[in-house]
């Protein structure tokens, strides 16, 4: 049978491609300075993004489509975004080496991850190297930090941890995969209730 697109989308794709709209919402909030609500809003992406998989294992409609689809949506949401938002928020110049190290790691990541999947260690699910949406932790840990300490020392302690982690996505060793999905849920909500909280308050970010 003959369809009128290259492509049928489940429902799982429809969730990865919320999950994609909503990160390109939180890139549009940080170039028009808003980074509180930037944050919030790749937190909700971020939730997109950890149940698109569950979802589709439980509906039994895995395939390498939304393999490929999602890793695509995790490289604009977990390396490009807070790339470009590290960039706006005055981390340049020399610095933009250490963002570059980062997605370049990070596509590398991806790439192994869509050719081997998750692994099994223990008896249970994890990755092979250090996940990407670690990115996103790193950036709130980054712009709290830059509510109570000077630029410079940020900005060093920000090219330390992302050198550890560009390093850490390569590795060629099992990293514990979220088991619980409350636990997730309940981190991206928590996320992204604090950043909008931080955004409505009118806190300078």
Do not use: Q
């Not at 980074?35 to 992406?45: G, I, K, M, T, V």
């Not at 590398?108 to 249970?124: D, K, M, Q, V, Y």
């Not at 994890?126 to 996940?131: H, I, N, T, V």
């Amino acid at each position: 049978m003959n369809y009128p697109f290259i492509c049928r989308l489940s429902l799982p794709d429809c969730l990865t491609l919320t999950g994609m709209v909503i990160a390109l919402g939180g890139i549009g909030a940080a170039l028009s300075g808003a980074l509180w609500l930037s944050l919030s809003l790749l937190y909700l992406a971020m939730l997109a993004d950890a149940l698109d998989g569950k979802l589709a294992r439980w509906l039994g409609c895995e395939r390498p489509f939304g393999r490929y689809l999602d890793g695509f949506c995790d490289l604009l949401l977990y390396l490009v975004a807070p790339a470009l938002i590290f960039y706006l928020s005055g981390y340049r110049g020399g610095s933009a080496f250490f963002l570059a190290l980062m997605v370049v790691c990070g596509a590398l990541r991806l790439s192994r991850f869509n050719e081997s999947g998750n692994i099994t260690h223990n008896a249970a699910l994890a990755y092979l190297g250090m996940p990407v949406f670690w990115s996103l932790f790193i950036l709130s840990g980054w712009a709290l930090l830059a509510l109570v300490l000077p630029p410079l020392i940020c900005a060093r302690l920000l090219s330390v941890a992302l050198t550890l982690f560009s390093l850490a996505m390569l590795l060629n060793r099992p990293f514990p995969k979220f088991s619980s999905l409350m636990t997730l849920v309940t981190l991206c909500l928590s996320g992204a209730a604090l950043f909008g909280l931080l955004h409505f308050g009118g806190v300078h970010g």
